[in-house]
């Protein structure tokens, strides 16, 4: 910065030096305190993008890992794969009533669980290959497509009406849907939002 011309106190009065006075030491303490940005700040903002890509083919890996695990036991025996079938036994507790069978031999996660991560990972993929489907749903929109599958685990938990092969996939798909499409574009915008800020951070310590 360049230096600003230097002041005639002699002829400003003692209450125009004063604020002088004060307003240096304000800018000086200003400088002092904003310092350096965090060492942290540079690796966490490129990290943040990544963030919706890294959910999206975790999630899908997950369901089709889940969807692939009866043919991996087949052709590797089931003491290989046991460690797989554990991993997922933390996610759903592997009922065979609620669990598809491929050559009598069961995938690794529930029905309605592997439809719900198979929908995360093809409805996140589109959210980022596609502009239509980057609009924001609206939060009652995102309750509704949830609520279908708490009411069928509901219902059938109280042994009112059992859930089926088909409740189990459709309400498990459209309530990942609904979560995708109403968390991705939130996160976005607030993505851009943290962006703008740290770039106003960073022109106003390069200024100083």
Known sequence: MQDQPALDRESMSDEEIAELIVSQAYVAERRRTRGPLPRWLGPTMRALPKVLAIVTVANGLIGLLAV?????????????????YTAYSFICPQRDSHTWFIGDVPMAMEQRMVAMYVAFGVAGLAYMLWDRFRRPLPTWAA???????????????AEIRPSTEISRLWTGTI??????????????????????????????????
């Open 143 to 157: 309750l509704l497509a949830i609520a279908p599958a708490l009411i069928d685990v509901a219902l059938s938990t």
């Open 68 to 84: 692939i695990s009866p043919w991996l036991r087949m052709a590797f025996g089931e003491a290989a794969t046991q460690p797989l």
């Open 175 to 208: 309530g990942s849907l609904g979560i995708v499409f109403w968390a991705y574009p939130r996160f976005d915008a607030q993505l851009r939002i943290v962006q703008e800020r740290v770039a106003i951070l960073r022109r106003r310590v390069a200024e100083s």
